[in-house]
């Protein structure tokens, strides 16, 4: 006989002809007929269920079907307990929709990260406070796996609708996108150093103008030495190379990072070639530097050719 096994989840993916359910013991897959009771006809999920609604399922084992290695056999949502706390939804109850009505949908909202997880994850709205996200929100063209998609402090903008209290969730995105920040104008360039103190050199470029790059955000080491300062491995008239950008409106630009160019640091501070006033080697060149000293070696399992070339 095939064992059954009872417990509670939230779907996390709905579409026409079934659903897949998130469980403590691993993801279900559950066709619609499990949805539904067989005296009701209901042709599609969503007319029935949403994305984030919790649910009582059994179901039995499967071979990793549909990805799933369980499969629900029976699926009822979950009805809180009347107010009086003297009873539980009936199974009658629980076939219905849930209390909280689907279709107050709040849209354009914008919810805060707070946590992120593979398939969903959770927000909050300065109005409605905590908001629960499942990955279905979003575009499956767009996104496939969460954690890899939003960091904790992303903003969305989010289509929501009220849920029953879960996890103190009393909202659920049913779609949402997340808001792209805008790209502040960033430059890399070089210049000259025309001031120079143990934590600050002012840098002169022909793009920026005269531009401020700090101790905090150089990037070029101390050069195996032991430098503390600025002062310690650049000298006025130096060249750097720097990356800035404009940010909060402002016309001035600020250094992001900045190393020195054209040498390496250190204390013989060994001048280097830039790499586009290098050439190219020519052929006879590539010849003696690396085909010659084979070549007597070749020869010398040669006899014959040996003879021939010489």
């Not at 009658?92 to 107050?104: C, I």
Request: aromatic share 8%; net charge neutral; proline share 4%.
């Amino acid at each position: 006989m095939v064992e059954k096994l009872s417990t509670t989840g939230r779907l996390s993916r709905v579409e026409t002809k079934f659903a897949f359910i998130e469980t403590s013991h691993g993801s279900a897959f559950c066709p619609l007929a499990a949805a539904i009771p067989a005296n009701e006809h209901v042709p599609n999920f969503s007319m029935r269920y949403g994305v984030g609604d919790m649910v009582h399922v059994i179901m039995i084992a499967q071979e990793g079907k549909n990805g799933c290695k369980w499969r629900a056999v029976k699926v009822r949502l979950m009805v809180k307990p009347s107010e009086n706390g003297c009873r539980e939804g009936t199974s009658q109850e629980a076939s219905g929709t849930p209390l909280t009505s689907k279709n107050n949908i709040y849209t354009n909202q914008v919810v805060v990260v707070t946590n992120v997880c593979e398939t969903l994850a959770f927000g909050v709205n300065d109005t409605h406070g905590s908001v629960f996200i499942p990955g279905a929100a979003f575009s499956a063209q767009e996104v496939t796996r969460l954690n890899a998609y939003l960091n904790i402090g992303d903003e969305l903008l989010v289509s929501m609708r009220p849920q029953t209290d879960v996890n103190g969730c009393k909202f659920i995105a049913t779609s949402a996108t997340k808001l792209k920040k805008s790209c502040e104008p960033q430059i890399t360039g070089c210049g000259k150093i025309v001031s120079l103190t143990d934590t600050c050199a002012m840098v002169w470029s022909p793009v920026c103008g005269e531009i401020k790059c700090s101790l905090l955000s150089w990037i070029g080491g101390d050069g195996g030495t032991d430098a503390e300062w600025l002062t310690d491995l650049l000298n006025i008239g130096d060249s750097v190379l720097f990356t800035a950008t404009k940010r909060n409106g402002s016309d001035e630009w600020k250094t992001i990072k900045w190393s020195a160019r054209g040498f390496r640091i250190g204390s013989n501070r060994t001048t280097l070639a830039d790499s586009y006033t290098q050439t190219a080697m020519s052929t006879s060149e590539i010849t003696m530097r690396y085909i010659a000293p084979a070549l007597g070696t070749i020869l010398c399992e040669k006899p014959t050719l040996r003879s021939f070339l010489y």
